[in-house]
Each structure stands twice: as C-alpha cells, then as structure tokens.
C-alpha cells in the first residue's frame, strides 16, 4: 500500500467536496477520477469494474440531477417553461462571470424575470418561482456534498479495509 498516492486521490477528493460548494471547482467527476486514478494504481485490487461502474453512474446521475436542481425547484413553486429556462439560463451565465454569487443570483433573477417577461406574471408569482430555483439550487447542492462525501468515505473503507 502505498499511502502517498492514497494522500493524494484523499487530497483530490477533499478538493471534490470544496467543489459541491464552489462552482468552478469540479466536484464529483474529480472524485471519480481519484477513484479511477487509485484503481489503476492498485491494479482494481482494492476494488475492481463493477465499483468502477457504480460510482460512475452515480457521479453521471447526481451531476446531471444538479444542474436540474433549480429548474425544478422552481417548477415546484409554480414557475412555467420560461421561468425554468430563464434559472436555468441566467443561472449558467451568472456562474461564468460571477462564480458562486453569480450562479445564486442568475438563477433567481432568471426565474423571475423570464416568469415576468414571457408568462406575464406578476413579480409575487414571480418572486415565488425565483425562491424555489434558488431553494432548488441549495438542495442540489447540499445533496451533491453528501454524495461526495459518500463516495470519499466509500474509498477510505475500500482501499483500508481490502
């Protein structure tokens, strides 16, 4: 066993989970990519394909759940197509030039303005389908970082316990 390239997919990981929480960070595909740098290392001794498998559809599947996050959020308090475009939208833009805040931001202020815009609402109907791209974007996240988390732990017990 060699302990520093295991400190290292550690520190990748760790860098994985600051990355649930900081957009601009990769976050679950570079835990994958720990978990396949580790593998190969290793030999699949540790564990072996069908682990492999497992933790790429589950990173394929949560990464894909949250960029949805917010789309849903604010479909479930009662924004249309456009408001769930315009979080969806705005939310990407604000990311590449503002980061976290940008992100927090467009994708509230997507929601509400496309609402307004193309569906007519008022700013009341509005505002509620911006809160729930925004509450829809915390909780991607939260369960983002918990899957993170998961998989880290996953791969202390694996590679320790083998």
Do not use: Q
């Amino acid at each position: 066993m060699d302990y520093a390239v295991i400190a290292v997919c550690l520190l990748a990981m760790l860098v994985g989970l600051a990355g649930t929480i900081v957009p601009v960070i990769p976050s679950l595909p570079l835990i994958f990519a720990a978990f396949l740098g580790y593998g190969l290392f290793d030999h699949w001794r540790s564990y072996g394909l069908w682990t492999m498998v497992a933790v790429g559809a589950v990173v394929a599947a949560t990464v894909v759940l949250d960029h949805l996050a917010s789309v849903l959020g604010a479909k479930k308090m009662g924004a249309g197509r456009a408001g769930m475009v315009g979080s969806l939208v705005l939310g990407i833009i604000g990311l590449v030039f503002l980061n976290l805040p940008g992100l927090i931001l467009g994708a509230f202020a997507g929601a509400v303005a496309f609402e307004m815009v193309f569906s007519h609402k008022e700013l009341g109907l509005a505002m509620k389908a911006g809160w729930g791209a925004l509450l829809g974007l915390l909780v991607g996240s939260l369960f983002k970082f918990v899957v993170g988390l998961v998989l880290t732990l996953a791969f202390v017990w694996k590679v320790f316990s083998g």
